[in-house]
């Protein structure tokens, strides 16, 4: 059994959220299901707003075994009057200040009794109230990821310990002077790549571009045709490539237009609420099965746009991956390791052909040019991704259709492998070139379901996890805690 308390201030909109969170990491740390996980989190949510909103001060407190998890919710403040008014939905007291901030809505009660096996509340007038309610809970059934596309540079690295501040995961330690990643936690994004300012951390890839056949095609994301300055048209660089002998360049954006569309109409059609999180990134496929596994439900049935090159144009032509997730996807999908190339190696075999004003032969380039969806919300970078999907394990973000989530700022333009020019300027190019047809592209469902990884769980038995974790909690409480890095760990938690 696992017990743990968490203190709330009324007013401190701040913080708000911070006790249910704090729950939400303890339970899927000792591998409680994430059907479980999202209930519990919900009316976890709903019952600390309550207390943010309403009551002078509160405090959660949760007890968790193999069977349940029991949530008790106290608070000191003006109490209730009519409880049976309180719980029907939409009735509310709430502040003016908690309403200009999105709170209120009067669903708090009922959203709590909706989410539990059990639900009971007191409360008395002048004094305060007492919400108190029970999950069933499952053990994860998880699957280990023991493969990553990261390649790591040991003698380059200079123990700055960035890379492990920027992990969103916490998958990175560096030990003995060189880095080292926990492939059961590492989603393959690109983040410590981009950071590291001595090169230490990299994708696997081969250390040359593959030789063409005369009808090998080259599928590459838009994105690298802005790697080489203003005074070089992406024209001018797809007349590069075919000098490099390949005989057609596909790009990767008519498969991205083609899924986003497929996406949308399935988003319109799907029976129940709640926005569909877009398959366009691998990285943040990865992140939700690492680490919000309770969202599975929510990702779309498609596979990623680079997987839907192969089942398009099949294994045997040339394909750039523009970051870890995106080369173990083709590899994956039967791509072999020699097929694939990096924006370096390209980058530096396009230069000695690339010529200022050279222009490639048909119609001009253009780019997406795609209109606005007002039910779909498109979000840039990881911080700004692990945020959203937050609210949307919080249940929150209803009044939406669709979440394009990319891991990289500026979509792939942001990538870490993108090492030349303005990511912004790049894509901000590319936008303004006009719409571009999907020139034959496809978007193709999913075979096989997405499933949770085993993540930040200790151990595939519960009562382990459990015993791990109060043992954890005895060594913290002799650590400084200052999370310093110093150690090799992001914080003296996750050392």
């Known amino acids: 059994m696992t017990t743990c308390s968490f203190s709330m201030a009324g007013g401190d909109y701040e913080r708000a959220g911070s006790a249910s969170r704090s729950l939400k ?83 708090g009660l009922p959203n709590i ?45 200079r123990r700055c310990m960035q890379c492990i501040q920027v992990c969103p995961t916490q998958a990175l330690r560096v030990h003995r002077g060189a880095p080292s990643v926990l492939t059961h936690l590492c989603i393959e994004c690109t983040s410590c790549i981009q950071t590291c300012p001595a090169g230490a951390l990299s994708m696997e890839v081969p250390d040359r571009v593959p030789s063409p056949s005369p009808s090998t ?35 990767l954006s008519g498969w991205d237009a083609s ?3 497929a996406v949308r109409d399935w988003a319109r059609q799907r029976p129940t609420a709640g926005p569909v999180i877009s398959s366009v990134c691998p990285a943040v496929i ?30 045997t032509d040339v394909v750039m991956a523009v970051c870890p997730a995106q080369r173990t996807s083709l590899l994956a999908a039967g791509v072999p390791d020699t097929h694939l190339v990096s924006p370096q190696m390209l980058r ?22 795609t209109e606005h969806d007002p039910g779909t919300l498109r979000v840039e970078g990881l911080r700004s991704v692990i945020d959203i999907l937050e609210d949307l394990e919080n249940g929150q973000l209803q009044d939406l ?60 038995d519960m009562g382990k996890a459990m015993k791990k974790l109060a043992r954890i909690e005895e060594l913290l409480r002799g650590l400084p805690g200052r999370d310093c890095g110093q150690c090799g760990a992001p914080t003296c938690r996750a050392f």
């Open 217 to 251: 095609v080259l599928v590459l994301p838009p994105a690298f045709l802005f790697q080489f300055g203003a005074d070089l048209a992406p024209e001018a660089i797809l007349a590069a490539l075919g000098a490099l002998g390949f005989a057609d360049v596909r790009l």
């Open 113 to 157: 009794r909706k989410h539990s096996d059990e639900f009971s509340i007191e409360s008395t007038v002048g004094k305060g109230t007492r919400v108190r309610f029970r999950v069933r809970i499952g053990a994860l059934d998880a699957r280990e990821h023991a493969f990553t596309s990261m390649h790591l540079h040991g003698e380059l690295c």
């Open 286 to 315: 990865n992140l939700v099965e690492t680490r919000f596994p309770s969202l599975l439900s929510e990702l779309a049935p498609w596979v990623t746009p680079v997987e839907a090159v192969v089942r398009d144009l099949g294994t």
């Open 348 to 369: 530096e075999a396009v230069r000695p052909h690339a010529q200022r004003g050279a222009s490639a032969p048909g119609a001009p380039l253009a780019g997406p040019g």
């Open 25 to 107: 990491e303890l339970l899927k740390t000792v591998g409680v299901d994430p059907v479980a996980v999202r209930r519990v989190m919900v009316a976890a949510y709903e019952a600390e707003m309550n207390v943010v909103i309403h009551a002078h001060r509160g405090t959660l407190q949760a007890t968790v075994d193999g069977r349940d998890v029991v949530v008790d919710v106290s608070d000191e403040g003006p109490g209730i009057p009519d409880i049976a008014l309180a719980m029907k939905e939409g009735y509310s007291t709430a502040p003016p200040k908690a309403r200009e901030l999105g709170f209120g809505a009067g669903l």
């Open 259 to 261: 899924l986003q569309d």
């Open 401 to 460: 259709q669709v979440l394009e989530l990319y891991a990289c700022s500026h979509g792939c333009f942001g990538s870490g492998m993108m090492k030349a020019g303005s990511a912004a300027l790049a894509a901000h190019r590319w936008q303004s070139m006009g719409r571009q047809a999907s020139s034959g592209a496809h978007a193709f469902r999913r075979e096989q379901p997405y499933s949770p990884r085993s993540g930040v769980r200790l151990d595939p």
